[in-house]
């Protein structure tokens, strides 16, 4: 009977951790393929910053990236430097 209820058990706690572990790896993997994919677009489309889909991907970097404070880093810098105004031009608030 000991033997029995022995097999059960471990039969019960196997399936689990199997089935956490599987969970976990679909989860990190899925992470992985997203910020690939944010990334492999980016790559593919950087001579034409200014396109729907590049735009798209941007937005999505905070959400795709959202635990690497790097990434996050980087970007706020890029849309800092995006942003700025050409040399030479004026913005229409400022006055001459």
Do not use: H
């Amino acid at each position: 009977m000991k033997e029995v209820v022995l097999v059960l058990i471990s039969a019960l706690l196997s399936g689990i951790v199997a089935t956490i572990i599987l969970l976990w790896w679909q989860c990190r993997n899925e992470r992985t393929q997203r910020q690939y994919s944010v990334f492999a677009t980016l790559m593919g489309m950087r001579f034409s910053l200014p396109n729907e889909t590049t735009v798209r991907c941007m937005n999505m970097i905070d959400i795709v990236f959202y635990k690497n404070k790097s990434v996050r880093q980087r970007y706020k810098e890029f849309l800092e430097e995006a942003t700025k105004p050409e040399n030479g031009s004026r913005d229409i608030d400022e006055k001459s």
